[in-house]
């Protein structure tokens, strides 16, 4: 049996002194029932280490930005190279313009681009962008999609036909939220509803072009993103496509350039950065143009640009260039999805996986997600017994049934089969306590 006490000591120390002993709540195992966060002390390719020398097979990939796994060698070196120069110089740099070229030629949309730090910051400014540019307050976004934690966007779906959202958070106001749409993803028929009611208001329809954050969930219809472009440019509205998980996810570039779609405005986070903090916003030069020093519309950052992040995105993409990359993690994803499904049916767990490329989730429940109340209506309790009999088994999925499994570039054949191993025998063990 695994050995936790180190654990349990350091998250005690943390209690004390982080909030809540974690510095992002998702970190904590609340929504699996409780128990000891895990604290890591170490990583290499697809495996970290826990602070009593637990070893795990990493499904988390610190919630998406690892799409290198841990510790990449050519994201190594260009860490090390980035510190030989000094750290920050808050002038402009040889390397963020490598970078917005890089970006640029990988996603011709971004015709203007500008860095910040976090997917938080992109996704907030893509919004007073569209709100300055088009002279206009409301946003349309869809339910249990999540954009960071600015206020506009902690906004939950209300009641009524009106689509209104309430807020999302204490301290967030009724004000605010009640400047945020917010209607079901994958349905048309809302959508259509709600553009009746509020075209007229409406600076941005915000969306996940494909939903990481109550799973992974895809447009049913090859056309919906298309669909929804199209119905908000005929009410004047500009489309942003939040592409903080899907960006350089699936392939060298957007979940638009797969569905042959344009947003107006993207913003990008997270796999960007290669393990650093970073947030990109950009798009249609016409809309960027409204930005400062260029436009009334403020944004800027100390950290903005910082050559580390700089180098370490740049190093990132360019292992990425590789299309075998995308074509051994969508191999890896499949083999796991399949095993997984297998290992279900043996044991009599109802399950459903919803897979792109090398990101899936298990949902608890035989019904097809495509929507949040889909991802709602699963069976959460279920979910945290498999978290928790996976840990035991050295295989680290995030805490949450609403997460996604990412495989990475340095995942191997043999880390499928221990993983289907795990997975095998944590079922057989729900089946049996169940
Ligand atoms: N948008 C999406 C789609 C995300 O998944 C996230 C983070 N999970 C964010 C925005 C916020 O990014 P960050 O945590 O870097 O602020």
Redesign the pocket.
């Given at each position: 049996a695994m050995d936790f006490t180190q654990s349990h000591l350091w998250q005690q120390r943390a209690d004390a002194v982080i909030l809540g002993g974690v510095n992002?709540p998702s970190r904590s195992f609340k929504s699996v029932g409780g128990g000891t966060p895990v604290v890591m002390a170490r990583a290499q390719g697809s495996r970290f280490v826990d602070v009593d020398g637990n070893t795990y097979i990493d499904y988390l990939a610190a919630?998406?930005p690892l799409v290198l796994g841990h510790a990449h060698p050519r994201v190594m070196e260009a860490l090390r190279a980035a510190t030989y120069d000094g750290i920050l110089y808050g002038t402009p740099t040889t390397w963020e313009v490598e970078f917005a070229e890089t970006l640029r030629a990988a996603i011709p949309d971004l015709e203007r681009v500008r860095f910040v730090n976090?997917?938080?910051?992109?996704?907030m400014t893509t919004i007073r962008v569209a709100r300055g540019a088009t002279g206009r307050n409301k946003i349309l976004k869809f339910a249990g999609?999540?954009?960071?934690?600015s206020d506009a966007v902690l906004v939950a779906a209300g009641s009524g036909p009106s689509s209104i959202g309430v807020p999302d958070s204490a301290g967030v106001t009724r004000a605010i939220a009640g400047e945020v749409i917010t209607v079901p993803y994958n349905d048309l028929e809302a959508y259509d509803e709600a553009l009746a009611v509020h075209g007229e208001d409406l600076a941005a329809v915000l969306v996940?072009p494909i939903v990481?954050?109550f799973g992974i969930v895809p447009p049913e219809r090859p056309d919906y993103l298309a669909e929804v472009i199209a119905r908000a440019h005929r009410v004047g509205a500009l489309v942003i496509f939040?592409?903080?998980?899907?960006a350089f996810r699936f392939h060298y570039g957007t979940a638009a350039q797969l569905y042959g779609v344009h947003a107006d405005l993207y913003?990008l986070?997270?796999i960007i950065g290669g393990g650093l903090?970073?947030?990109a916003y950009g798009g249609r030069r016409d809309v960027m143009e409204s930005v400062a020093p260029l436009g009334p519309v403020y944004q800027a950052g100390t950290m903005a640009g910082n050559p580390a992040s700089m180098r370490t995105g740049l190093a990132c993409l360019e292992v990425l260039r590789d299309p075998a990359v995308y074509r051994h993690m969508d191999r890896l994803g499949a083999a796991l999805e399949q095993g997984i499904l297998a290992s279900a049916q043996r044991h009599g767990v109802a399950i459903t996986i919803n897979r792109v490329g090398g990101a899936f989730t298990v949902f608890f429940g035989s019904h097809r997600v495509r929507d949040y109340a889909g991802a709602q209506a699963t069976d959460g309790r279920r979910f945290a017994a498999l978290f928790h009999a996976l840990l035991r088994r050295g295989v680290f999925i995030a805490p949450s049934k609403y997460e996604a499994w990412f495989v990475s570039a340095q995942h191997t054949d043999a880390d499928i089969e221990e993983t289907l191993a795990a997975v095998d025998a944590s079922f057989a063990e729900m089946a049996a306590t169940s």
């Open positions: 992002s919630y998406g976090s997917g938080t910051e992109a996704v999609c999540y954009h960071g934690h996940e990481g954050n939040d592409e903080v998980i899907t913003a986070g997270k903090p970073i947030g």
